[in-house]
């Protein structure tokens, strides 16, 4: 069975820097996608940050809205991701949470997706 654990939010600043992690446990061959998503009460939950690792190598997608200011990494060898957010602001503020996609472990008959169970990240002064 694999779990999803993120680590890493809080109470930070604007302007500030937080790093969230977010490792998977349980025996796994491979993970194609792993992201960051944000949600609000009253609306939907959004992208942050994905990193895709295939043949070619890794490729990193971001949304508007952090671009510049956020950076999604993978650690393959500890199944973890990390979102480093930098320069955050007010709207940044959300229950932050993890997804791993393509997951091929033991026990699994075929690629699965996980979620992690959210970190709560609040900007302010």
């Known amino acids: 069975q694999v779990h999803l654990v993120e680590s890493g939010g809080g109470l930070v600043q604007p302007g500030g820097s937080l790093r969230l992690s977010c490792e998977a446990s349980g025996t796994i061959f491979r993970i194609v996608t792993m992201g960051w998503y944000r949600h609000n009460p009253g609306k939907e939950r959004d992208l942050v940050a994905v990193i895709t690792s295939g043949e070619s190598g890794e490729s990193t997608n971001y949304a508007d809205s952090v671009k510049g200011r956020f950076t999604i990494s993978r650690d393959n060898a500890k199944n973890t991701a990390y979102l480093q957010m930098n320069r955050v602001k007010p709207e940044d503020t959300a229950v932050y949470y993890c997804?791993?996609?393509?997951?091929?472990?033991?026990?699994?008959?075929?690629?699965?997706?996980?979620w992690g169970q959210g970190t709560q990240v609040t900007v302010s002064s």
């Open positions: 997804m791993f996609g393509g997951v091929q472990a033991v026990g699994a008959v075929s690629p699965t997706n996980y």
